[in-house]
């Protein structure tokens, strides 16, 4: 019985107990008084321990055992969701949401600053002649500006205080001339003889040179602001206070902004980690935010607007945790959970279906299911419906690509493989959206979220380069090359998302080309799209999300390099250049000609080399499916 104890120390104990239990009794052990009870506990111990239970539950006055438990983020011997050695994981943890913790409010009430463990003063300077692109001068100091409302109010009441700070950090604060700016905290001690002394905390953060157009940075500073709190010296706080002047223009939009940014900058992930030292959280104390403007106007469009950049931030973490999640946790079964959860989550205004291999293969789709071959775990095409309670004015489809790891197949990766669990990139954009809408439940739209999940694997049952597969539209696709491996399963998806749901407009999404990169870099997604009205409103959700996007050419003369000598295509460019363009242009194959589509290149903007996922797409897909319900002329 003693080998459910995998420590000396705990076996120790354990015979102890049992010792101890007989000498102290006049029954013999062999007799059934006792026996029943001590077999039952041993069967209890053994059921505990299969299921996964700490082992301290036995010993809980071990201070040893309670020790070793609290270095970890799980508890000693408990381990994040993974595959076994015989199967796959078919699950995946979703970090916790800050704003579950931490609530964004906004009033025009006077400000109870007494309570609060740091006051953020937000201000920006007088209006200037000087043109924005006019440089100041080599060490040019700015004047201290004069403090109005409640800023005043603090400075008369602490002696000057906030107008030393303006004086004293005028040479690199500059009056908060940069939205975003922000001086070092300082601490501002009060006393009188009624009362002890009082220590304030404050902070302030720059608006910018032109305060009436704050609304603009909205997202600039809800940044700002969770910069400033998730500094480490400032763990401790749990409530802080911001004043903003009276007079700023805000919106609905702007609020929006301001909680998307906040509540995004928050996002750790501490998924994978064991020891509890190198799991920090960003102000894991915080709870609450206030903002306060005066004369705010419109308290409702505030209210609304929080809300909405609350449920937009939980769609760039739920794309952030798609994308950071390494392999042997997500595969294709774990993202079908994923969007499971989403449709659980929504409360029935997300539906999820799930078609299987046969269902798949039943309709045809080879170039999906040609890729997955080689995968451990079953090719699932994952598909989420939203509709509106009202009048559907449109019906859109969004398909992301699925790949949840890319060798490159038989025409193996020679570099930068550790990172292809990002090629997931376009489903988790597309996933993230789908969260946001199904809180945001906006009206006239009715929306379609495809994805083709799978892994592009090597192994005896992988396509090779030269295999021919049919998709399933018909046409023929000959392999060139098994690392083109996006497109393939991205035609069956779009195919779907056109002739079997019927979506009047599809944008779709995917970490397809190194090429894209190549010309635009790691901050812009490149757009491809015929429809130039299209191209427009993507460009204007662009700057209105600060997902960066560009278009790009379609070449028609390049569609001859997709020619194949014996399928209707070939899955890889026979040129050297424009590889961007050429995969741009296969995927115009699998959507009917007169709907509007757009491809949109992520390749770049999906990932950052010090933080990981970066949330890209969430944001954009969001936004175009919310403008979509809308009527013509609307934003």
């Not at 809980?60 to 993974?82: C, D, H, I, W, Y």
């Not at 009048?391 to 489809?397: A, D, E, L, S, Y």
């Not at 495809?450 to 030269?466: D, R, T």
């Amino acid at each position: 019985f003693l080998t459910v104890f995998d420590s000396p120390y705990s076996r120790m104990r354990f015979a102890s107990s049992v010792v101890a239990l007989f000498l102290g009794s006049t029954t013999k052990i062999g007799r059934p008084s006792l026996l029943p009870p001590l077999v039952a506990a041993f069967a209890t111990t053994r059921a505990t321990f299969a299921a996964g239970q700490k082992r301290s539950y036995f010993f809980q006055t071990s201070s040893l055992s309670m020790s070793s438990e609290s270095k970890f983020v799980r508890g000693e011997g408990n381990a994040f969701p993974s595959w076994s050695y015989d199967k796959p994981c078919d699950s995946m943890e979703w970090n916790p949401f800050a704003g579950d913790r931490i609530s964004l409010q906004v009033t025009a009430e006077d400000a109870d600053m007494e309570s609060s463990d740091l006051v953020i003063v937000g201000i920006a300077p007088p209006p200037s002649d000087r043109k924005e692109e006019e440089e100041e001068e080599e060490g040019e100091v700015a004047t201290p500006i004069e403090l109005t409302g409640k800023a005043k109010e603090i400075d008369e009441l602490t002696g000057g205080s906030l107008s030393q700070i303006l004086s004293e950090q005028a040479k690199t604060f500059k009056n908060g001339a940069k939205l975003g700016d922000s001086t070092p905290l300082v601490r501002v001690v009060t006393s009188n003889e009624a009362s002890a002394a009082k220590v304030s905390k404050y902070v302030f953060l720059g608006l910018g040179t032109n305060s009436t157009n704050v609304s603009s940075g909205g997202s600039k500073l809800g940044s700002a602001i969770a910069s400033i709190l998730s500094q480490k010296e400032n763990n401790y706080m749990k409530k802080c206070t911001i004043l903003l002047p009276s007079g700023t223009e805000v919106s609905k939009q702007f609020f929006s902004d301001v909680a998307s940014s906040f509540y995004a900058a928050f996002y750790t992930d501490n998924r994978f980690k064991g020891l509890k030292k190198n799991a920090p959280n960003k102000a894991e104390n915080l709870t609450m935010v206030s903002i306060h403007i005066p004369l705010l106007g419109d308290e409702k469009a505030a209210e609304e607007g929080i809300l909405q950049g609350k449920a937009i931030s939980k769609g760039v973490y739920m794309t952030k945790d798609v994308v950071n999640a390494p392999h042997n946790v997500l595969n294709s079964l774990g993202l079908a959970d994923v969007a499971r959860r989403i449709a659980k989550e929504s409360g029935g205004k997300i539906k999820c279906n799930i078609l299987s291999k046969k269902e798949c293969e039943e309709r045809g789709m080879g170039a999906f299911l040609g890729v997955a071959r080689g995968s451990e775990t079953e090719p699932l095409l994952i598909h989420l419906t939203y509709k509106p309670s009202g009048k559907v004015i449109k019906k859109v489809g969004i398909v992301g690509k699925g790949l949840l790891f890319d060798t490159g197949g038989y025409n193996i990766k020679t570099a930068i493989m550790e990172l292809m669990k990002f090629d997931c990139g376009g489903s988790a954009a597309v996933l993230g959206a789908a969260r946001a809408i199904g809180e945001l439940c906006p009206e006239g739209v009715e929306a379609h979220f495809v994805v083709a999940a799978c892994e592009n694997m090597i192994g005896s049952k992988a396509y090779v380069p030269s295999d021919i597969l049919t998709a399933s539209n018909g046409l023929t696709i000959e392999i060139g090359n098994t690392d083109a491996e996006g497109r393939l399963t991205l035609a069956d998806a779009l195919v779907y998302t056109d002739k079997e749901l019927g979506c009047e407009s599809i944008i779709e999404l995917s970490t397809l080309t190194g090429a894209c990169m190549i010309s635009l870099g790691k901050e812009v997604a490149g757009v491809w799209t015929s429809n130039d009205e299209l191209a427009e409103e993507i460009k204007d959700i662009s700057k209105t999300t600060g997902d960066k996007s560009w278009r790009m050419p379609l070449v028609e003369e390049y569609k001859e390099l997709l020619k194949s000598k014996f399928a209707d295509l070939s899955n890889v460019s026979s040129g050297k250049y424009g590889g961007a363009i050429t995969a741009a242009l296969f995927l115009q194959n699998f959507v009917s000609k007169k709907k509007p589509f757009a491809h949109i290149d992520i390749a770049g903007p999906v990932w950052d080399d010090k933080s990981g996922a970066t949330g890209y797409g969430a944001r954009l897909v969001t936004e175009w499916v919310t403008r979509q319900g809308k009527q013509q002329g609307e934003k």
